[in-house]
């Protein structure tokens, strides 16, 4: 009896030993962490193509954007999916200066469209001002983008397509915060 119980236990204990070896991976997973993270690096690239990078202002899981900022502008990075890796500056880059002296011209609004930034991906972006608290972006289906706060008195705004090509001229409206059009029409790049 003392024998069956005796075998019994070391038949369990086998048992449990080879699931636990077979349910545990004999490598490690295919994960290499970088020797720097990606804010980093995406800066490094931002220094070196304009001269500096102040912060990484946005993350966007969606549409695997990032958006720089730098002493003259805001530039927004395309990166893989994960995260992990720089793929594209996205151009041209948002230049506060220009959007300062042209506001009078151009409005509370300010954009650019990238087509193609690649396969089945473009991207309408740009500035507004406070008083531009929504965009309608017509030309395409009536998209209301994303936006995010910079400082004073400035907004980044931007959408992203899933296809080659936006349609141009880019068509907006712009309303305040009453509902009321303050900016209303076809504006070509």
């Given amino acids: 009896m003392y024998r069956k119980i005796l075998f019994t236990i070391f038949c369990i204990g086998l048992v449990v030993v080879i699931y636990f070896s077979a349910s545990r991976p004999s490598e490690p997973a295919n994960f290499i962490i970088p020797a720097t993270s990606l804010e980093e690096n995406i800066c490094e690239k931002v220094s070196a193509q304009f001269?500096?990078?102040?912060?990484?202002?946005?993350?966007d899981a969606n549409s695997h954007l990032v958006f720089a900022e730098s002493s003259s502008g805001i530039i927004p990075v395309l990166t893989n999916r994960e995260f992990?890796?720089?793929?594209?500056?996205?151009?041209?880059m948002m230049d506060f200066q220009e959007f300062d002296e042209e506001k009078i011209e151009r409005g509370?609004?300010?954009?650019?469209?990238?087509?193609h930034v690649q396969e089945d991906i473009s991207i309408i972006y740009g500035f507004a001002a406070e008083d531009a608290k929504t965009i309608v972006i017509n030309s395409e289906g009536n998209v209301q983008p994303n936006r995010f706060f910079v400082r004073d008195n400035l907004w980044v705004w931007y959408a992203v397509?899933?296809?080659?090509?936006?349609?141009?001229?880019?068509?907006?409206?712009?309303?305040?915060?009453?509902?009321?059009?303050?900016?209303?029409?076809?504006?070509?790049?």
Avoid: M, S
């Fill in 51 to 59: 001269g500096d990078c102040k912060k990484i202002l946005l993350f």
């Fill in 84 to 92: 992990t890796h720089f793929k594209k500056f996205i151009y041209p």
């Fill in 108 to 115: 509370l609004i300010d954009w650019r469209a990238d087509n």
């Fill in 161 to 189: 397509f899933q296809k080659d090509q936006v349609t141009l001229p880019v068509e907006v409206t712009v309303y305040n915060a009453n509902g009321e059009i303050i900016y209303g029409g076809n504006e070509t790049e």
